[in-house]
């Protein structure tokens, strides 16, 4: 039951965090729009998610052959790596080279931010449940 509850928030503690690491490349995006040559980059969500969870293996994933061996801080092919980050396609070209898409990227960061706040809702539900769940029949 502990393993199980223990699973579920540490998929949504994954799930939030690199929701958080996809809004920062989002907002980055938006804050370029104006930048000549800038290029949007985003993130394969569900893969990264994937990843984190260990779900699938991470792309050029170093392996720890001692338990004295330190693992990478965010190791290749995670969202923080420059590895696990998608080039975005503009729809139209520019002149200056930019490749921003404000349209998407707005639709892109509307919805992501819709998707954090749900995993907040989810994780701080399990937790009330949880902690109701161990209160005492006596307690009010």
């Not at 930048?35 to 969870?53: H, I, N, V």
């Not at 792309?59 to 969202?79: D, I, K, V």
């Amino acid at each position: 039951m502990i393993n199980r509850l223990t699973d579920a928030l540490n998929f949504q503690a994954q799930a939030l965090t690199l929701r958080a690491e996809r809004q920062r490349l989002l907002a980055s995006n938006i804050a370029n729009a104006d930048t000549p040559g800038y290029q949007a980059r985003d993130m394969d969500f569900s893969r990264a998610l994937r990843e984190a969870t260990g779900q699938l293996p991470t792309a050029g994933a170093l392996a720890t052959t001692q338990s004295a061996h330190m693992a990478p801080e965010f190791p290749l092919g995670s969202a923080r790596s420059e590895e696990g980050l998608l080039w975005s396609r503009s729809a139209q070209t520019n002149l200056d080279s930019n490749g921003v898409d404000m349209d998407r990227e707005r639709a892109s960061f509307a919805d992501n931010t819709v998707k954090y706040e749900a995993t907040l809702r989810f994780l701080n539900g399990s937790v009330r449940t949880t902690l109701d769940a161990m209160k005492s029949p006596n307690s009010p």
